[in-house]
């Protein structure tokens, strides 16, 4: 039996744009014994709601639950609004503002002309309220549209109960549409997926299906495109499909009901509306060809700005150098020089080439040209990266603040959308944004509306690294355009220290492999040994660290698998955190977490300053009636619940794809044949970039030529390149 309690909304604590709602309830009535002792008196009560009216009746059904901080609250499933039956109830109600003009007296002669049932007799036939002296035809109209429009809304929102959306899909599709929801699921029920980012094609499909829409439904067809283009472009971080490519995800998706007419008819439908687009035989969304289009406007508009003549240009840069006690080689000053001149500039380079050291110079440069303070100067400049971890490096580098993009972009998570954004800017003067090799096109993009037009923009990283996770590779296709300002980074800063590590990267970028190198210095090690004695020689190499407390970082290229990450996992637990009756521990999906684990953050959580790929450690585990983690992260320590357990994983090894936007003084890398398609270059390459002192390689001297030798990535089908070249060479 559903649990509920009825009773009177009382206000508001919290309310989010989604229609998430924190408030008081006065409970009236209940059928559970454990909420008796809330009768007649307020409970707090958390869900999604449409709207709630203050002192209005609802049935409100879902459970109590017990918040670690504020005790005692009803979490609701599902409600309903319950219309006023009795004589002083409606009294109230007519009388409490929603019904503007409609004043306690006027209510009261209402309610004893029309009785009881008064509320359902203005719905149903107004007309009637023309036999109470002093009610004017004003008034009338007021009382009929207003409880209709009331009525009606929450008759929505149970109606797309009903076809199958959960509460908190049934506000989101009712705040979208509001009263033309009824018409638009009517029309076309995918147009959802469209216009509401948390509502997805299977979820939208699944229900049109069960409601009745036809297989081969153009509109079906139409969205099934749409969820192709966006699905296989963010998997392999394409812009674009071939129409033989859609086509065939088609047939996988919807099966082979659909014919190639219906195709061709679906495609063009899409490309007349504008929601995708047709270019030399290549098919974008729409959102895609805008975003690169915008990148490479931007970019052009930036390129053609005035440079920026100092006569004092190079003193200024001598006292920069001489503020830091350094000597810049000739790469390094002409980057910095350029970095003031030009609006737009590109610095690249590999490992040790000096990329922090010039980030560092860029900004002394820029406060010292303009005669600011370091607070003013942090005023007027954007230190970024992607990552939690790569900002906190930036910050320390140059004693700035940083923060990653999304952070900056005031992302809100309830809506995915940006605060900072084309309507409302940065003011800014300056952007420079580490690991650019890491963004992709969607945030470059969001990033560029969010800025005034004329910011200069600097951007630093490494192209020889893994791309981003998302669509596109922006580093590689402005350098390969060969369009823009670019300083490459060649020569070698840091000669001395970890030079092996150094010289293994390069040697892996070239195509090369002097096994020389390996073991002849105490900075790189290479252990060769068979897949299966792989964990073995993991295991005691990190029993001599854990002894010695030293930090050490396994990286590895996949989870599944003998040697995955899963697996060392599991070993080095006991190793680095061994059982004891001290530390509490809790399971989590068949893995034990305990006390003084080492965990990597999986998502971004902006609220709480914590982003993928940030590492932290398990201060506190409770675990009893309220399951509660707190994890810290460099002194931020946040509290994790059941709800978003699944945020965070053990970071004994971690993958290499997280490890980007990272440095670690010792890492262990085990490189095994059987790792298979994981063993490509751009991979290894970043791994090993990963490691500022000491390197061990362990496994297969084979896998690691294999990898060295694979070059054949899953190579991405951008469109910004050539989209540079015509926008600022007009080629």
Not at 416 to 422: A, H, M, R, S, V
């Amino acid at each position: 039996m559903a649990v509920y309690i009825k009773g009177n909304f009382k206000k508001s604590i919290f309310r989010s744009d989604t229609g998430y709602c924190i408030g008081l309830f006065k409970v009236r009535e209940t059928n559970s014994t454990e909420l008796e002792e809330f009768l007649d008196h307020t409970i707090t009560f958390t869900g999604y709601f449409h709207e709630l009216t203050e002192d209005d009746m609802y049935l409100f059904y879902g459970h109590l639950v017990e918040h670690e901080k504020y005790g005692k609250q009803f979490q609701v499933e599902s409600y309903e609004r319950v219309l006023p039956d009795d004589k002083d109830a409606t009294i109230e109600f007519l009388s409490s503002g929603l019904f503007k003009g409609i004043g306690e007296k006027t209510a009261e002669k209402i309610v004893s002309y029309l009785g009881k049932d008064t509320l359902n007799t203005i719905l149903e036939n107004p007309s009637n309220l023309l036999l109470i002296p002093g009610i004017t035809k004003k008034q009338i109209d007021i009382l009929h549209h207003t409880l209709s429009q009331y009525e009606a809304s929450y008759k929505t929102i149970v109606a797309l109960g009903e076809l199958g959306f959960s509460t908190k899909d049934s506000l989101l599709i009712y705040n979208q549409y509001k009263e033309k929801t009824n018409t638009i699921l009517e029309q076309n029920i995918y147009l959802l997926m469209e216009d509401i980012l948390e509502i997805g094609f299977k979820k939208v499909d699944a229900i049109a299906l069960k409601n009745g829409i036809l297989r081969d439904d153009i509109r079906r067809i139409q969205a099934s495109i749409l969820y192709i283009l966006d699905e296989v472009c963010n998997l392999y971080g394409h812009s674009y499909l071939i129409e033989s490519e859609i086509f065939e995800y088609l047939i996988r998706l919807l099966g082979n009901e659909i014919i190639d007419s219906q195709f061709q008819d679906a495609l063009e439908k899409l490309e007349l509306d504008l929601k995708i687009i047709k270019i030399n035989e290549k098919y974008y969304l729409k959102k895609m060809y805008e975003a690169e289009q915008n990148i490479a406007k931007r970019c052009g508009y930036l390129m053609r700005a005035n440079d920026h003549i100092d006569k004092k240009l190079e003193s200024v840069i001598h006292s920069v150098e001489e503020y830091f006690g350094c000597y810049y080689n000739e790469e390094q000053r002409n980057a910095i020089r350029l970095s003031f001149i030009k609006n737009f500039l590109i610095v690249t380079g590999g490992p040790g080439t000096g990329k922090t050291t010039i980030t560092k110079a860029i900004c002394e440069l820029f406060r010292q040209m303009n005669r600011l303070s370091h607070e003013a100067l942090a005023q007027r400049i954007a230190l970024l990266a992607p990552t939690g971890r790569a900002s906190k490096r930036i910050s320390e580098s140059t004693s700035l603040p940083a923060s990653t993009i999304h952070r900056f972009l005031k992302w809100n998570k309830e809506n995915n959308k940006f605060g900072i954004n084309e309507y409302h800017k940065s003011d800014v003067d300056l952007v420079i944004i580490d690991e650019f090799s890491m963004v992709d096109t969607y945030l470059f993009d969001s990033l560029l509306k969010g800025l005034k037009y004329d910011t200069k923009i600097i951007l630093i990283g490494d192209f020889n690294q893994l791309p981003s996770v998302g669509p596109g590779q922006l580093l590689k296709d402005m350098i390969n355009s060969e369009s823009l300002n670019v300083v490459v980074l060649k020569e070698l800063y840091r000669q001395k220290e970890n030079s092996n590590i150094v010289n293994l990267a390069y040697q892996i970028n070239d195509d090369k492999l002097d096994t020389s190198i390996f073991n002849r210095e105490e900075d790189l090690i290479f252990l060769p040994v068979p897949a299966a004695n792989v964990m073995d020689k993991i295991m005691e190499i990190s029993i001599d660290y854990a002894k010695s407390q030293n930090d050490i970082q396994i990286l590895a290229p996949m989870y599944k698998t003998l040697n995955g990450i899963d697996a060392i996992n599991s070993s080095l637990q006991n190793v680095f955190n061994s059982k004891k009756m001290s530390k509490k521990e809790i399971m989590i999906n068949n893995v034990i977490f305990r006390e003084n684990d080492k965990v990597i953050q999986l998502s971004n959580m902006p609220d709480e300053n914590v982003f993928n790929g940030d590492i932290g450690t398990i201060d506190k585990i409770s675990n009893g009636n309220k399951k509660e983690i707190y994890i810290n992260f460099d002194g931020n320590i946040i509290k994790y619940t059941p709800a978003n357990f699944q945020k965070f994983k053990h970071a004994y090894a971690i993958s290499i794809h997280k490890s980007q936007g990272s440095e670690f003084d010792t890492v262990i890398i085990p490189i095994v044949n059987h790792y298979g398609k994981m063993l490509y270059r751009k991979l290894i390459y970043t791994a090993v970039t990963r490691v500022k002192k000491k390197l061990y390689l362990i496994g297969e001297i084979s896998a690691l030529e294999k990898a060295i030798k694979n070059n054949d990535e899953n190579l991405r089908r951008t469109t910004l390149k050539e989209m540079l070249i015509q926008n600022i060479r007009g080629e």
